[in-house]
């Protein structure tokens, strides 16, 4: 069954898309998109799946979301925890240093969220779609628990938590939310070919940029040594179970587990870095993306994504 | 035709700090500014851009006191810890009322 997962997972479009762009920017090939074109990607990547979240949420009561919203919030809380102990303890990282990677843990990584919604799509496993909803509120709660474990000027907090909630990742995937749950299921039939029937491919466009990003990380995470990349990889697959362990408590469904779980064992590199520069300029940049976008993204599309939804199988 | 001598303040900076520069250069006095998406590298490398997307220049056309405040300030706030250059060039304006 897990064998079977993996290799799905592995086979996809975007997932081969994202190994192949690894690999020729590994062997220097230029593999870059217009300029534009990675913005425009992600921005309609995180509005679709915004519309595909209000759009689930419309049909959702109250009493089905609200103990998912708590379990979303006890995931925030514990994720950037946890990463912030291993580095103290396992990398021996500095407070600053350890505080700035676990606001980058606490965080999510909506293109990890899309790829593990893609993966449950083609296995037509059923979720949550109002999931969407909950990567938000990680995201939020995420950064901020991770900033404050550096305990300083707590009033530059606030400003960068407004920074995020409004930028532009969490902006569009909210916007796309609120529109697709005032537009309804029935109306929002007319915009599918675009958000509905472009997204997979649109998706594999996107990963072909992310593959390169993450090649150019992967020749600095040698140079970061074992513990760094251990810890990274370990840090994934223990969140993940946290996450895996805390929403089965939920009463979500094995697809709703499983993306929890995802959402848990990523890390952030869209919103978190710019917060996190702005909050913690001491903290030094290049820990936290070569872990985040060097060691595990790349693990969690590959071997990640059918772990977790093999997890979630198992907890629920 | 009257030509004054004003200072040109340009900032090449991280993306992260685009918006609080910004917000900087109006409080201390500057009337306007212009901002473009750069890329280039220097001591601490090009990895900055993977975080938060290219750098970006700022310029704007003040006068020496207005110059010297931004200057100030941004050398005690920003230099410490982050990707940034700032320097002055002296230009030649019509219209100085306006600088």
């Known amino acids: 069954m897990t064998l079977t997962l993996l290799l799905d997972n592995l086979l996809s479009a975007p997932v081969i898309a994202f190994v192949v762009a690894v690999i020729a920017t590994l062997a220097r090939f230029d593999l870059r998109l217009p300029d534009a074109l990675p913005s425009i990607l992600s921005a309609y990547l995180l509005f679709a799946i915004g519309l595909k979240g209000g759009r689930s949420l419309s049909e959702s009561t109250f009493t089905d979301l609200i103990f998912p919203i708590i379990i979303a919030v006890a995931i925030g809380i514990v994720t950037p925890l946890a990463a912030w102990a291993m580095m103290r303890t396992f990398v021996k990282l500095s407070n600053v240093d350890a505080a700035g990677i676990a606001a980058h843990y606490g965080s999510v990584s909506a293109v990890t969220f899309v790829v593990v919604l893609a993966t449950l799509d083609a296995q037509n496993m059923f979720y949550e779609g109002f999931v969407a909803g909950l990567l938000a509120i990680l995201e939020v709660v995420g950064i901020v628990v991770g900033l404050s474990l550096a305990r300083n000027r707590g009033s530059n907090l606030k400003k960068v938590l407004l920074e995020v909630t409004r930028g532009p990742s969490i902006a569009l995937l909210l916007g796309g939310i609120v529109i697709g749950a005032a537009v309804g299921d029935a109306r929002l039939a007319a915009t599918d070919p675009l958000f509905v029937g472009l997204f997979t491919g649109a998706l594999t466009l996107f990963l072909l940029e992310m593959g390169r990003l993450a090649g150019e990380r992967l020749r600095d995470v040698v140079s970061a040594g074992w513990r760094l990349i251990a810890a990274a990889i370990l840090l994934s697959i223990i969140n993940g179970t946290i996450g895996a362990a805390l929403s089965a408590l939920s009463g979500l469904s094995t697809g709703g587990i499983a993306i929890m779980a995802t959402l848990a064992a990523s890390a952030s590199y869209i919103a978190a870095p710019a917060a996190v520069r702005i909050a913690l300029p001491e903290a030094n940049p290049a820990l936290s993306i070569t872990t985040a976008l060097g060691v595990t993204f790349p693990f969690n599309i590959t071997l990640g994504i059918p772990l977790y939804i093999a997890l979630a199988g198992w907890f629920s | ?99």
């Open chain 2, 1 to 99: 035709m009257r030509i004054a001598n004003r200072q040109l303040l340009t900032i090449v900076a991280e993306a992260a700090l685009e918006q609080r520069l910004i917000d900087d250069l109006k409080r201390l006095g500057a009337s306007g500014y212009t901002a473009s998406k750069v890329r280039g590298e220097g001591r601490t490398g090009r990895h900055l851009q993977y975080l938060t997307g290219p750098s970006v220049e700022l310029e704007t056309i003040v006068n020496d006191d207005v110059a010297e405040a931004i200057l100030t300030h941004v050398a005690e706030n920003y230099f410490t810890h982050y990707a940034i250059v700032a320097w002055l060039t002296p230009v030649s304006v019509l219209r100085p009322e306006r600088f």
